[in-house]
């Protein structure tokens, strides 16, 4: 993958960024062939940005690559054989903590854990050949095509619908959700994570309206994020909205991102900034930072923190398991920050 998804989603977008089902149903993970799907949407077609992929028959060795998607195929009640290794926010073992339960949670229940995948800054497709796959699944992804036409070789692959590395969390879960035949439990899925989100924004109503915008600070760079990524689009879930002039700034760099100079800081007003920092004395250097004295949210303490490489990860992008793991908090801090 160019750039590996740590990197494009962490490194770049966060400062270089739990419950097994977070609203799915209470039912153990499943190995795929399971009741729980149906064996009828076979054959199936799904358009993508890369291509056009048929699955003949309900898959039974799910393998995932890119980030999000290991996460919805977990949340649908299936195992992938074999998923990314993650470096940023994850266990020794290169596991996210949410994704860490849902296994744990499978394999108690008698389930082979998954292989995971070299940690690479390219497509490891040797690695995903050993795995035997019947499908492959990268809806977030930066696949390029090259790479896409290599892996669908190797098994039908389906990538994102749009753009690299911008796909909602939802399309995710409707998108693996269509590809496993399990149509039906992911709209459920996504309603019930629905229901979270709104459940929290109701009890915050002080958020409804007021605008934000999301920002990192790493290594001398200053990044802010658009409305076409995916963690921004979380925020707008709780009622936020995007503030103008993180669109009168943008240099278009790419669709979700853009970085900023330090001179131009002051110019980026909102009711409330959020920031992505992987530790503490990040963010405290941030914040004391002669640039970020210039900003009125951080002189008004109008700052709402994100902090510690796995709640960064948990946002950047938010999926379906990792929603509830940092949701109570970046509710808390956005809300205090309004409250200064």
Not at 80 to 94: I, L, Q, S, W
Request: proline residues 7%.
């Amino acid at each position: 993958m160019s750039p590996s998804p740590q990197r494009a989603l962490v490194l770049a977008a966060a400062s270089a960024l739990v419950l097994a089902g977070c609203g799915a149903s209470d039912e153990p993970a499943a190995t795929a062939g399971s009741d729980s799907s149906s064996a009828s949407s076979f054959p199936l077609t799904i358009e993508h940005a890369l291509g056009e992929t048929v699955i003949e028959e309900e898959p039974t060795r799910v393998v995932t690559w890119g980030f999000s998607d290991a996460d919805a195929v977990l949340a649908l009640g299936v195992v992938p054989v074999a998923m990314p290794t993650v470096t940023y926010g994850a266990n020794a073992d290169g596991v996210l903590p949410w994704i860490q339960d849902a296994v744990d949670e499978a394999v108690a229940g008698g389930a082979e854990p998954p292989v995971l995948l070299p940690d690479s800054a390219e497509v490891p497709f040797e690695a995903i050949a050993a795995a035997a796959p019947d499908v492959i699944l990268a809806t977030y992804s930066g696949l390029t095509q090259e790479e896409y036409d290599t892996l669908a070789d190797i098994a039908p692959t389906v990538a994102y619908a749009d753009q690299p590395w911008t796909t909602p969390w939802r399309d995710v879960v409707t998108g693996v959700g269509a590809a496993l035949g399990r149509e039906e439990q992911a709209a459920e899925l996504v309603a019930d994570t629905d229901q979270l989100i709104a459940d929290a924004a109701a009890a915050h109503p002080e958020l409804a309206g007021a605008t934000v915008a999301a920002v990192s600070d790493f290594g001398g760079t200053f990044y802010v994020y658009e409305g076409a990524d995916p963690r921004v689009e979380f925020l707008t879930d709780l009622g936020l909205q995007v503030a103008p002039s993180v669109g009168e700034l943008s240099t278009g760099q790419s669709s979700f991102y853009y970085e900023l100079s330090y001179e131009a800081l002051s110019d980026l007003s909102s009711d409330v900034l959020l920031t992505y920092s992987e530790d503490q004395a990040a963010l405290d250097t941030f914040l004391s930072s002669p640039q970020a004295q210039t900003m009125a949210q951080v002189v008004e303490g109008r700052v709402a923190p994100v902090v510690g490489a796995d709640k960064v990860s948990a946002v950047s992008p938010p999926t379906v398991l990792s929603l509830t793991y940092s949701l109570d908090d970046t509710v808390a801090a956005l809300s205090a920050a309004l409250a200064a």
